[in-house]
């Protein structure tokens, strides 16, 4: 007796705002998954048959200047919607953003209660909790959108070291790149573990990923979006090597280095020379991982005089000495 096949229907929701990367690379993991279910056997074959969908119209231009050709957002139409992530710079846009997504919530609540699955992606999962979906549940998104969102949609149970987050028929997954580890846990949850881990291989990707923690930098996790806060972390994530005070960093901004103090503090929770040694040892950090540099030039590099004082600030940060941390890697200090 032949085993039918299984379809399982996919929308890709697109958007003008939408990243180009998490609306296109899912697409080519479950084409690629369509190839490899040919040699499984016939008990395990499925097939993903993928659209991008839209509430505005037959064709959306992002702005990347692609152009997808969609088909309407219908409840039951689809098994599975996924929402790409959000484009920005900062949390300060991605507010932007949202404010002109209403025609995306407004399919996404209808679809919600469909009996299939919403996925959302890195910064996509602000659209779900902005229609309101996700209240009461858990979830995850960007790690370096985690203090924002959790600010934003405090009904939210955020959980942002996990990779990817099921709750009912909510599906969420972590940072840029993680539209692949969502890509593949769906052909896992529809086609099955081989089918899944075969499909990784055949991407060059990590089948075991389930954190976002090993690429977490804390110094650069957004905060509240405030402009003359993030204009202040512009401005210093620039001058990493180089010695700077708070009149110049006030004067920059446009106000008082004690009300810069003070919104500085409240959304980054560090101070401005905190959150300086907090980027400056995770420069250091990357270096000391991923090339030979001697502590001296690292330490130059990361606008310090001398390697003492380098030393005691990464100490401080890191909870190791440079050399220790270097010697992890099994590298010479």
Same mark, same amino acid.
């Given at each position: 007796?032949?085993?039918?096949?299984?379809?399982?229907?996919?929308?890709?929701?697109?958007?003008?705002?939408?990243?180009?990367?998490?609306?296109?690379?899912?697409?080519?993991?479950?084409?690629?998954?369509?190839?490899?279910?040919?040699?499984?056997?016939?008990?395990?074959?499925?097939?993903?048959?993928?659209?991008?969908?839209?509430?505005?119209?037959?064709?959306?231009?992002?702005? %990347?200047?692609?152009?997808?050709?969609?088909?309407?957002?219908?409840?039951?139409?689809?098994?599975?919607?996924?929402?790409?992530?959000?484009?920005?710079?900062?949390?300060?846009?991605?507010?932007?953003?949202?404010?002109?997504?209403?025609?995306?919530? %407004?399919?996404?609540?209808?679809?919600?209660?469909?009996?299939?699955?919403?996925?959302?992606?890195?910064?996509?999962?602000?659209?779900?909790?902005?229609?309101?979906?996700?209240?009461?549940?858990?979830?995850?998104?960007?790690?370096?959108?985690?203090?924002?969102?959790?600010?934003?949609?405090?009904?939210?149970?955020? %959980?942002?070291?996990?990779?990817?987050?099921?709750?009912?028929?909510?599906?969420?997954?972590?940072?840029?790149?993680?539209?692949?580890?969502?890509?593949?846990?769906?052909?896992?949850?529809?086609?099955?573990?081989?089918?899944?881990?075969?499909?990784?291989?055949?991407?060059?990707?990590?089948?075991?990923?389930?954190?976002?923690?090993?690429?977490?930098?804390?110094?650069?996790?957004?905060?509240?979006?405030?402009?003359?806060?993030?204009?202040?972390?512009?401005?210093?994530?620039?001058?990493?090597?180089?010695?700077?005070?708070?009149?110049?960093?006030?004067?920059?901004?446009?106000?008082?280095?004690?009300?810069?103090?003070?919104?500085?503090?409240?959304?980054?929770?560090?101070?401005?020379?905190?959150?300086?040694?907090?980027?400056?040892?995770?420069?250091?950090?990357?270096?000391?991982?991923?090339?030979?540099?001697?502590?001296?030039?690292?330490?130059?590099?990361?606008?310090?005089?001398?390697?003492?004082?380098?030393?005691?600030?990464?100490?401080?940060?890191?909870?190791?000495?440079?050399?220790?941390?270097?010697?992890?890697?099994?590298?010479?200090?």
């Amino acid at each position: 007796m032949t085993t039918p096949l299984k379809i399982i229907r996919i929308g890709i929701l697109v958007f003008p705002d939408c990243v180009a990367s998490s609306a296109v690379v899912p697409f080519d993991v479950f084409n690629i998954a369509n190839v490899v279910v040919q040699y499984r056997p016939a008990a395990e074959h499925v097939r993903f048959v993928v659209r991008w969908a839209s509430q505005r119209g037959e064709h959306v231009t992002i702005k %990347d200047g692609l152009s997808f050709p969609t088909q309407p957002v219908s409840a039951g139409e689809y098994d599975v919607l996924i929402v790409p992530g959000v484009e920005h710079e900062n949390s300060h846009d991605v507010a932007g953003v949202l404010e002109r997504l209403g025609a995306e919530r %407004d399919a996404l609540r209808d679809f919600a209660g469909s009996g299939g699955l919403i996925a959302s992606n890195c910064s996509g999962t602000f659209l779900l909790a902005e229609a309101g979906l996700l209240d009461g549940r858990r979830a995850t998104t960007s790690w370096w959108l985690s203090k924002y969102f959790g600010k934003r949609y405090p009904k939210v149970a955020l %959980d942002a070291d996990e990779l990817i987050v099921r709750d009912g028929a909510f599906l969420s997954s972590g940072g840029a790149t993680s539209y692949i580890d969502l890509g593949l846990w769906l052909v896992g949850h529809f086609g099955g573990e081989a089918l899944r881990q075969m499909t990784a291989k055949i991407l060059v990707a990590d089948s075991h990923r389930a954190s976002q923690t090993p690429y977490i930098a804390s110094a650069i996790v957004q905060g509240d979006g405030h402009a003359v806060v993030e204009r202040a972390r512009r401005w210093l994530n620039q001058r990493m090597d180089q010695e700077w005070n708070m009149v110049e960093l006030a004067a920059h901004c446009n106000t008082s280095s004690r009300t810069l103090l003070r919104r500085f503090q409240k959304a980054v929770g560090l101070s401005p020379v905190q959150y300086t040694q907090q980027l400056r040892v995770e420069r250091a950090k990357a270096l000391l991982e991923s090339t030979t540099l001697s502590l001296e030039d690292i330490t130059a590099r990361c606008g310090y005089a001398n390697v003492s004082t380098f030393s005691t600030v990464f100490k401080r940060w890191a909870q190791v000495t440079p050399r220790e941390y270097r010697g992890r890697f099994g590298l010479r200090a």
